[in-house]
Nanobody
Framework: QVQLLESGGGSVQAGGSLRLSCATS????????MGWFRQVEGGKEREGVA?????????YYVDSVKGRFTISHDDTNLTLYLQMNSLKPEDTGMYYC????????????????????WGLGTQVTVSS
């Protein structure tokens, strides 16, 4: 059974940093795409924040986090990371790790429907 487990969330002041981790287990095959999504409290939609095509290390970011967030992965320990710097109050939300073994077109790498496997999320709160 595939499992994704996020950690590293917390409360920080604006301008601070956090590093999220997503530990994966139970997959007999490598994930071709992995991503981070966030959902604000009470919101219905999950916003794609960052994604990575693991085989070629291509990365994708929503415009609002470019230059501040960095997605990476470590095949040795099967972990996905999201380094978040210069955090803003609008970055507040529940952050979810997602993974897909299937191919995803570049224009849809930040679309939640493209991902089959999901973690339970870790909360990030940024105060002003």
């Amino acid at each position: 059974q595939v499992q994704l487990l996020e950690s590293g969330g917390g409360s920080v002041q604006a301008g601070g940093s956090l590093r999220l981790s997503c530990a994966t287990s139970g997959s007999p095959f490598s994930f071709n795409y992995m991503g981070w999504f966030r959902q604000v409290e009470g919101g219905k939609e999950r916003e794609g924040v960052a994604a990575i095509a693991t085989a070629v290390e291509d990365t994708y970011y929503v415009d609002s986090v470019k230059g501040r967030f960095t997605i990476s992965h470590d095949d040795t320990n099967l972990t996905l990371y999201l380094q978040m710097n210069s955090l803003k109050p609008e970055d507040t939300g529940m952050y979810y790790c997602a993974a897909s073994m299937a191919f995803i077109p570049q224009r849809r790498t930040l679309v939640d429907e493209q991902y089959k496997y999901w973690g339970l999320g870790t909360q990030v709160t940024v105060s002003s």
